[in-house]
């Protein structure tokens, strides 16, 4: 499907000027599934003078009629919605119902912010100046640029298309290397939809053809990237000479504390499935999990059984519970995960590696670990793998301490009865969004992000939209 789209930019699919191609590989078998056109860095530049040159006109458009095209697009993105889940499952590995929510997430960011185009307030401020008043508004930032992570190649990308073009701002989106399809129908769906030439861009291609023009360029006002904290910390540092707008949604390392009081069969019913879900390549996924001494082994014992029952397969088998890795790398690196767990004193209690008999593809077994010192790397970083780490706590105190100990802080859990204690646990975690009895953190209306090196800005919710504008004061003197 690649050859029919290639690069978007000024209301058209082209093919590079100068980038070679690039294959794209199902992770779930090893085989090419295609070969994308990638952008040069000409076709970025050209791309960035486009947007820029569709900026003025867009931001004009009556919030209305901003809000048909986005509400058209999002019906289009429902009529073409098999191709789109089949094309997530193909390059991320994961199973074909997690694909079929995600692009359901996708599409209501649309409806969201179609909706919260027309309701970008300001305000009316008393001026202590005679006869005088203040007016405050909000104005589109400019050109916004999306750089969006491997895993969730559909949300993570609508949570920046959808909210900048409500704004009234014109984008360029440069979706993961490894994901480039889902970009491309949503792309088409924006073209499908009527929304004007130049107003919705996108390139694919390597860093230097691609990243260092959109970064370099003064005509890019607003960067927004789903990623590593080390790639955000590049980033921050380079959109320093240009004086660039950031949000920065990063790295997670959460955790899940499970008090005694807990209802344990509904924290496992939830937990496993929420850790192994995309092969536990999620931001907010729980990674390390504190469980109060009196319930830690029959939460284990729990855990593994119903990770055992999970059945490992290709994403488009219905019967596929958890799908691969993304790549070898990632296969690699989960495997040092372990290894490091096994030099630290730690019991794999399910799981450690490729599941026999799967020799295709990146597959790698759900795993438990437990006897882990808090600095082992399973608790002390992000594995972004399907890894679950589980150790003991005594006290309230000392699991709140633990649990902060992170220079993450995306998101957190905890499961109790108490109405006191959920409080207290909500007051008490650092972390951008914490789930008391549940995972429920992702959604159109709710703001999304983090806090430390977990990033900054908010996608989703009433914020969402404001990242992407200016305010502006007016004092406004009759005379």
């Excluded at 209305?64 to 098999?82: E, F, P, Q």
């Excluded at 010192?373 to 006290?395: K, L, M, S």
Aim: proline share 6%.
């Amino acid at each position: 499907m690649y050859e029919s789209f290639g690069l978007f930019v000024d209301g058209r699919w082209l093919a590079s000027a100068g980038g070679p191609p690039m294959p794209v590989t199902d992770p779930g078998t090893g085989d090419v599934l295609g070969e994308v056109p990638t952008a040069s860095a000409e076709d970025t530049t050209r791309a960035i003078a486009v947007a820029h040159a569709a900026f003025d006109t867009w931001r004009q458009t009556q919030a209305w009629t901003r809000a048909a095209i986005i509400h058209k697009a999002a019906d289009i993105m429902v009529r073409r919605r098999d191709e789109a889940e089949r094309q997530i499952t193909l390059e991320t590995g994961k199973p074909l119902a997690q694909s079929q929510r995600e692009w359901n997430l996708a599409i209501d960011q649309f409806r969201w912010y179609a909706e919260e185009a027309r309701r970008i307030y300001g305000r009316i401020v008393e001026s202590r100046a005679p006869g005088g008043r203040i007016e405050v508004t909000h104005q589109p930032v400019g050109v916004a640029a999306a750089f969006t992570a491997w895993n969730f190649p559909a949300a993570l990308l609508a949570r920046k298309l959808a909210p900048a073009l409500a704004a009234g701002c014109s984008t360029i989106a440069r979706p993961s290397s490894e994901v480039p399809g889902v970009g491309m129908i949503m792309h088409d769906c924006l073209r499908e939809a009527g929304l004007p030439a130049g107003v919705a861009n996108l390139v694919v291609g390597p860093t230097d053809a691609t990243y260092a023009p959109i970064m370099a360029s003064p005509l890019v006002r607003k960067v927004s990237l789903t990623g590593s904290t080390r790639v955000g910390q590049q980033m921050i540092r380079d959109s320093a000479t240009t004086v660039k707008r950031v949000s920065m949604e990063l790295g997670g390392n959460a955790p899940m504390i499970v008090f005694s009081d807990a209802d344990l069969e509904r924290a496992l019913d939830l937990a496993v499935p929420t850790k192994f879900a995309n092969a536990g390549q999620v931001c907010v996924t729980p990674d390390r999990f504190y469980v109060h001494e009196s319930v830690h082994d029959a939460f284990v014992d729990g855990f593994v059984r119903r990770s055992k029952a999970i059945k490992l397969g290709h994403g488009l088998d219905p019967q596929t519970g958890m799908g691969p890795l993304i790549n070898e790398r990632r296969f690699a690196a989960t495997e040092e995960i372990v290894a490091d767990a096994r030099r630290r004193g730690g019991t794999i209690v399910t799981g450690g590696g490729r599941p026999a008999g799967m020799n295709a593809g990146f597959f790698f077994a759900p795993t438990v670990i437990t006897g882990l010192p808090d600095d082992a790397r399973a608790i002390a970083e992000e594995n972004f793998a399907p890894i679950a780490a589980v150790t003991p706590f005594r006290e309230p105190e000392e699991v709140f301490t633990r649990a902060n100990s992170s220079e993450m802080g995306l998101s957190a859990y905890a499961f109790t009865r108490s109405a006191s204690l959920a409080r207290e646990t909500v007051s008490r975690l650092e972390a951008g969004m914490v789930g008391i009895n549940s995972f429920a953190l992702a959604a159109a209306e709710a703001p999304f992000g983090g806090i430390k090196a977990s990033g900054m800005g908010r996608e989703g919710g009433s914020e969402g939209i404001l990242d992407y504008c200016n305010v502006k004061l007016a004092q406004m003197t009759v005379l």
